[in-house]
């Protein structure tokens, strides 16, 4: 969000993992340079605030794909920050100006969201719980008073919720806490373990649910099928799954596996796969165990993000 602690978040990761020994690619926010030139949006009427947009996702698009290729070609451990996210480009327009963008452009919402970038941060705008931190000044493109930059942070903390792996990095604590936090969710996601260099202060937690709320009760949310099975593995100690999650018929495709413990931790890699992998791999499903079917209702609230999962049939017998 506006004076979320991006620009300082993404340089203090950057150095973060070039002193572990990473090439680190940053992906520019494409919007800057035209922002930077002259175009004003209030100066735009819908039809030239649409193309706008669309030449904006289209920019980026070209960028990080370009920073993936080179990101792919070295024989190292790459870290590619992107300044923005594809996403974020529905926070600018009416809905149906993004569904009717999405329709003329053959796109959907799982290969933007989802099957594009391995974790969503959002760096949760200083003006929700840090206001005294909000400001428009040494930011050329921001003019945003702190209601505007309020409801802007909301708009694009919607925008990515569905993402299997988002982090919502709020201002609960002071600004250098903040941006430990954020270290150590990129840390987590990737499998490599910070050591003594930060303080990791929040943890995952679940609950069972006694009742399940009506859906009007919810503040907006995405929803998804998730089909999980286990594979064969060569021992009882290490556990493989696979994991099937769609929305409007396309599908992500995940492979997990979780090694044995190691000085107390356990060690989870998660890969995304393609379609035509998680066939193969299914052929490995293990037959001592059920599959499993859940709808997944993604939501923000209070600042945090929430995944509930609804079993369906066919459930396991208890």
């Not at 649910?209 to 859906?215: F, M, T």
Request: glycine content about 6%; charged content about 25%; aromatic content about 10%.
């Amino acid at each position: 969000g506006p004076c979320g602690g991006k620009t300082t978040g993404q340089t203090r990761l950057s150095t973060f993992f070039e002193n572990l020994g990473w090439k680190v690619y940053r992906a520019p926010e494409s919007a800057l340079a035209y922002l930077s030139g002259g175009v004003q949006f209030h100066e735009l009427n819908q039809k030239q605030a649409f193309k706008f947009q669309e030449n904006i996702i289209r920019t980026m698009m070209v960028i990080e794909e370009t920073f993936h290729h080179l990101a792919e070609a070295r024989h190292r451990d790459v870290l590619l920050i992107c300044d923005r996210g594809v996403m974020d480009g529905s926070a600018y327009l009416p809905v149906q100006d993004w569904i009717t963008m999405k329709q003329q452009n053959n796109w959907n919402d799982v290969d933007l969201r989802d099957n594009r970038y391995d974790q969503i941060i959002h760096m949760v705008s200083a003006a929700k719980g840090a206001e005294d931190f909000y400001t428009i000044i040494g930011h050329k493109t921001r003019s945003e008073g702190i209601e505007g930059a309020r409801k802007l942070d909301s708009i694009t903390a919607n925008a990515w919720v569905g993402h299997p792996y988002y982090d919502v990095i709020d201002n609960s604590t002071d600004f250098e806490t903040k941006i430990s936090r954020m270290i150590a969710a990129v840390c987590t996601r990737v499998g490599v373990d910070p050591g003594d260099r930060l303080a990791p202060n929040s943890m995952k937690r679940k609950f069972l649910i006694s009742h399940l709320a009506e859906k009007e009760a919810f503040p907006h949310y995405q929803e998804f099928h998730v089909v999980h099975d286990y594979l064969v593995t060569p021992s009882r100690k290490m556990q493989a799954r696979l994991r099937k999650r769609g929305q409007s018929g396309n599908w992500t495709y995940t492979h997990t596996i979780r090694r044995p413990e190691i000085n107390d931790q356990s060690v989870e890699l998660r890969m995304p796969i393609s379609e035509k992998d998680y066939e193969i791999l299914l052929a490995q499903r293990d037959d001592q165990h059920y599959t499993i079917f859940k709808i997944r209702r993604c939501f923000l609230w209070n600042n945090k993000y929430f995944q509930l999962d609804i079993y369906q049939d066919p459930a396991p017998p208890r």
